[in-house]
């Protein structure tokens, strides 16, 4: 129940207690181990340890729960296991741990080390396309969800990336998006969006069918 927050223009990562109380804080601006410079994502798999988006570092790194450096990859690039701005990260039940490549249009799956295992996504608005992924989120049977932030709208895909749904435009009404940001999924997998130029966090259904706001 221990709450992880990335502070981005602190260049650091703030741990809380579920009550909002202050336990400890690690890093500073910078490129080497342990340093940020814009901390983005943040994901905890089930041994705890935490993994950050370190987006303008273009890596993921990897902690314990008490903030120790464990490892690192990523670099400049579009090849297998590079990035140009990763702002999500996910982890499913079994280690994996998923990221949105921003810049380059598409979604990076890799093992808890970050041994590259797949990707997939190009840029456009076509079906498993994108342009900004930027929060990723996965329910309990392993679905993820992929906030596609320029073209206003979530999308599903199986664990390997096969393309499931999607929902959302451009507009104010309910079910719509200015521009789709964080996405989380609860036990019962409900969507929750946060819809960043409205002002408010939409919830959906697992099919993307609106619920509240």
Known sequence: GNVYVTDLGNSRIQKFTANGTFVSTWGREGSGDGQFNMPYGVAVDSADNVYIADLNNNRIQKFDSNG??????????????????????????????????????????????????????TKGSGDG??????????????????????????????????????????????????YSLGVAVDGESNVYVSDSSNHRIQKFDQNGTFITK
């Open 68 to 121: 120790v450096y464990l490892t690192q990859w990523g670099s400049y690039g579009s090849g297998d296991g590079q990035f140009d701005q990763p702002c999500g990260v996910a982890v499913d039940r079994f280690g994996i741990v998923y990221v949105t490549d921003w810049g380059n249009n598409r979604v990076q799956v890799f093992t808890p080390v970050g041994g590259y295992l797949t990707q997939w996504g």
């Open 129 to 178: 396309q994108f342009d900004g992924p930027n929060g990723v989120a996965l329910d309990s049977t392993g679905n993820v969800y992929v906030t596609d932030w320029g073209n206003n709208r979530v999308q599903k895909f199986t664990s390997t990336g096969g393309y499931l749904t999607q929902w959302g435009s451009s507009g104010s009404e309910d079910g719509k998006f200015g």
